[in-house]
């Protein structure tokens, strides 16, 4: 069968230009997971877990400035609980999923959670949430896995820079792949304890 | 001799509160009056420091004081030195080093002012009071006496009541260090000296430091209602008292009463406390609402309600019978602004606004995609618009989705235009997830399975390589599928098309290949009509979008997700499967010579090991009889059998399966398939690589084939959003 696209110096200078893409698909890949840290503290109480999350540094130097321009961050948490099984996968018995829109207050020169004041962007002690566990709870150990995901720049936001003179107000695929693109994500667990005196 | 200068107008009582440095006594900012002697009144914020206005205040009594002292002494005016009494745990000379001053100074009424708002605010003591004395030794001159009451000291401490909260962390709240934010703004003559926190009790070390309760009991209960309210518990309320030294808390989380749903049609009402899932009897926190509204809404799109609860005010009140040594935290409901939702009584009211449908210009698809830049080597660049639209009912009986889309052929004169209108419908009491119908006349591929749209179109912009082939379609199609628990779909759908071969386009660019459009081959043309049986299931519950209108092609899932880590989940365990049977010809209305029948199943597992971590498998398996080109099975290329050139080995039938193991943003894959042609099975081929890249939405991939044509330089693709 005949080659539908035969190789030519066309292809190799593609090729080339693939690579140069993709290396710098990685490099924003591999500088986007650094130095994050999320902290994650779960205790039982009344049938349900109970958990505290604090997120750390997932703010950096440059997303501070996009938030300090006028851009509304949005922080999801998404939380799974597990009952730990030996010698087996463990189960996820709850799940429960928390937004927060994060912004700077150019009036007050203060940065927001939601509803609440932060002090420190680089620091998101987030409020207590549970996770109701499907059926009652047994003796086993149960864990809590966390994962958070803070996107500063969503396709709405690059559309309002990108729509200056234009009346397409639709956030299009090339936005959306590229705010994806621009995605913090930190994952924690912990283990559900029993609560402290 | 000494002889006390009777000065009955200066009974000027400080206390912190009057110094502007002192707790609050209320949590909101009020204005209060005091009248500390006849004729000088003395404003006040009691939640905000003014020290300022109180240092004036000051200043001017005891400028009166002094200006009296020597009117009838002939002193001069000011304080020769300044008494301290009433110390109990503290020293004299253990003030004067915090504050830097010496005693024996003379001062004017300015400096006795802002000595005693010095005092006030070191945030020890609870009461300055004022007096003149003439001095023992100095004849006529004035001598400023401070009786000074400090705030009780606490040795031990302890915490009861608390169902969820930890006493631990409430203790450690409550007695915080102070905080730098709370020091006055206003460049006061009043400076602030932060005392020594051996002086204070605090926590540490997983115990109590004896010592002073920092700015009184009031202020230990509004730290203690600041961590509760932190936390989530807007209902929680606390007293504490200090008896002998032990400082007990009694903390109530507030367990929530009741939920009363408004807004709602009854027929909902279960469904949506039960989305709301907050537990009644249980404390009440804040973040379970917030999330709980957004799960109704995710279920119930017409429903809106406001997320944020308007929070209880609460005063913090002495017990009666207890003057100074017991308070506690008293509730009291706010005004709601309209259809907040509010806490009263310890229930919660919300209130729910029912929207009657929506409309969305952009029409993206469940990957975001709105076909504005459609790119094929039949149309080259075709931008076009969808719309959706939806009209609700309030009691979710139906759900009615209107879709249409226009898009302009820049390279295609003969088909300059590709539309499609449509509309469907959702019936819940019948498990009926759509039943509709489109009419259409556009640009179509069976090849969707293969790459995304927009993957296709990115392909076939810059590159030249559109991984797909197209043909005209212009005809109508009716179709109706149920589901049952909401993890199986059974559909049936209805075409009558008129198909039509497609030239390449007469007007091509692709930026960095533009040797002219890639190859469309010719396909059987006449107008086929068929009946498509669908079968999907999947662990992961079925999403119905509107997206199901728009291209409904029998190679690609309607409502199962294939996604291994998508946009917007997590990466998980799961298993999907897709099965369809078309069947075409005379007897359902189309040509006698697309009579045909092909068999479809693809089922896709993926299993989570670790975190970021998964293996997934792919199966697929297409076979046959008499089907039209236009429909014919093919193995190669991405999306297919990678390392491949597309569409390599052409068949009437095939098998296909991949191996992936994901590790974080890195995956390797192998790919192995075959198909069966005239003289039998082809023997199995491999393709393996290798990608990089962030989730299912952009990724480099490298991929070998390993038969007696493989090379060493991969085959490479920027893959945009696979659908698996």
Not at chain 2, 356 to 371: E, P, Q
Request: a negative charge; one cysteine or more; proline letters at 6%.
């Amino acid at each position: 069968m005949p080659e539908r696209f035969p190789k030519t110096p066309e292809d190799t200078r593609r090729t080339r230009r693939t690579w140069t893409g993709g290396a710098l698909v990685l490099a924003l890949v591999l500088s986007l997971r650094a130095f994050a840290g999320t902290e994650c503290a779960a205790v039982w109480g009344d049938g349900r877990a109970l958990v505290d999350v604090t997120v750390r540094d997932l703010v950096g130097r440059d997303f501070e400035r996009l938030l300090k321009l006028g851009l509304a961050g949005n922080l999801r948490l998404d939380v799974t609980l597990f009952r730990v099984r030996a010698f087996w996968l463990d189960e996820a018995k709850g799940r429960s999923r928390h937004t927060f829109s994060l912004s700077y207050s150019k009036k007050t020169g203060h940065y927001s959670l939601g509803e609440r004041p932060v002090a420190d962007p680089s620091v998101l002690a987030l409020p207590r949430f549970s996770v109701s566990v499907e059926g009652n709870p047994d003796q086993a150990r149960y864990r809590v896995e966390v994962h958070a995901r803070l996107q500063v720049v969503t396709p709405d936001g690059l559309q309002q820079v990108v729509s200056w003179g234009s009346d397409d107000s639709a956030p299009g695929p090339i936005l959306a792949a590229l705010a994806e693109g621009l995605v913090r994500e930190e994952s924690a667990h912990c283990n559900v304890e029993p609560k402290k005196p | 001799m000494s002889s006390l200068v009777p000065l009955p107008l200066l009974l000027l009582l400080v206390t912190p509160a009057a110094a502007g440095s002192g707790p609050p006594a209320m949590e909101d900012e009020q204005e209060e009056t005091v009248t500390p002697w006849p004729g000088v009144h003395i404003s006040f914020h009691a939640s905000r420091l003014s020290r300022c206005r109180e240092a004036e205040a000051l200043r001017a009594s005891l400028g009166q004081t002094l200006g009296a002292v020597a009117a009838a002494q002939g002193a001069p005016s000011a304080f020769v030195s300044v008494r301290l009494s009433g110390l109990s745990t503290l020293s004299e000379t253990q003030i004067w080093s915090l504050l830097g001053e010496e005693a024996s100074l003379p001062r004017d009424a300015d400096a006795a002012a802002r000595l005693m708002c010095r005092l006030a605010a070191t945030g020890v003591f609870g009461e300055v009071t004022p007096s003149v004395s003439a001095d023992p030794d100095g004849g006529a001159t004035a001598v400023l006496e401070l009786a000074l009451h400090e705030y009780p000291r606490v040795v031990r401490a302890s915490v009861s009541g608390s169902v969820e909260a930890s006493g631990e962390e409430l203790l450690e709240a409550a007695l915080e260090e102070p905080d730098d934010d709370e020091e006055d703004e206003e460049g006061c003559t009043c400076q602030v000296s932060t005392p020594p926190r051996d002086w204070l009790a605090f926590r540490g070390d997983g115990a109590l430091h004896p010592g002073l309760l920092r700015d009184g009991l009031p202020a230990v209960l509004q730290r203690a209602m600041r961590h509760l309210r932190g936390k989530g518990y807007l209902l929680a309320s606390v007293s504490a008292s200090v008896v002998e030294g032990t400082l007990t808390f009694q903390v109530d989380e507030g367990k929530l009463a009741g939920v009363d749903v408004t807004g709602v049609a009854p027929e909902l009402q279960a469904q949506v406390t039960e989305l709301l899932a907050l537990k009644v009897g249980a404390p009440f926190l804040e973040e379970d609402f917030r999330a709980g509204v957004h799960r109704v809404q995710a279920r119930f799109p017409f429903l809106e309600a406001d997320d944020d609860v308007e929070r209880p005010g609460f005063d913090v009140v002495p017990e009666s019978g207890t003057p100074g040594t017991s308070y506690r935290v008293v509730l009291r409901a706010r005004k709601s602004k309209r259809n907040e939702p509010t806490l009263s009584q310890g229930r919660l009211q919300v209130h729910f606004h029912f929207r009657r449908g929506g409309f969305d210009a952009a029409g993206a698809d469940r990957d975001g995609y709105s076909g504005l830049l459609t790119h094929t080597q039949v149309t080259s660049f075709a931008p076009g618009m969808r719309a959706n639209a939806a009209v609700y009912d309030p009691q979710d009986r139906f759900r009615l989705a209107l879709q249409g889309s226009l898009s302009v052929n820049t390279g295609s004169p003969d088909h300059r235009v590709d539309g499609m209108v449509g509309a469907s419908g959702q019936v819940s009491a019948l498990h009926l997830e759509e039943l509709g119908f489109q009419a259409y006349s556009m640009t179509d591929s069976d090849d969707r399975w293969r790459v995304s749209d927009l993957d296709s179109s990115f392909g076939s912009l810059f590159l030249n390589q559109p991984e797909r082939e197209y043909f005209r379609r212009e005809g109508v199609s009716g179709f109706a599928s149920a589901s049952v628990a909401e993890r199986i779909l059974l559909g049936f759908e209805y075409r009558d098309d008129q198909y039509g071969s497609l030239a390449p386009a007469q007007h091509f660019f692709s930026f960095f290949n533009n040797s002219g459009p890639a190859a469309n081959p010719a396909i059987d043309d006449g107008r086929m009509a068929s009946a498509i049986f669908r079968l999907e299931a999947s662990t992961r519950v079925l999403k119905p979008t509107a997206v199901a209108l728009q291209w409904r092609s029998p190679t690609t899932a309607l409502y199962a997700d294939f996604k291994g880590w998508a946009l917007d989940e997590e990466l998980d365990s799961f298993a999907s499967t897709l099965s369809t049977f078309e069947v075409g010809g005379p007897a359902w209305g189309g040509d006698s010579d697309l009579r045909f029948t092909r068999f479809l199943n693809e089922d896709v597992a993926q299993l989570k090991t670790f975190e970021d971590q998964a293996v997934r498998l792919r199966l697929r398996f297409v076979a046959g009889h008499n089907v039209p080109l236009q429909k014919s099975e093919a193995l190669g290329g991405w999306g297919s059998l990678r390392g491949y050139d597309f569409k390599e080995f052409p068949g009437d039938a095939s098998a296909m399966g991949t191996l992936e193991y994901r590790y974080e943003f890195a995956t390797a894959f192998a790919d192995l398939g075959t198909v069966h042609q005239p003289g039998g099975w082809l023997s199995p081929k491999l393709g393996v690589g290798v990608s990089v890249g962030y989730r299912d939405i952009l990724q480099l991939a490298a991929a070998w084939r390993t038969d007696s044509s493989a090379r060493a330089m991969p085959e490479m693709r920027l893959v945009i959003l696979p659908p698996f």
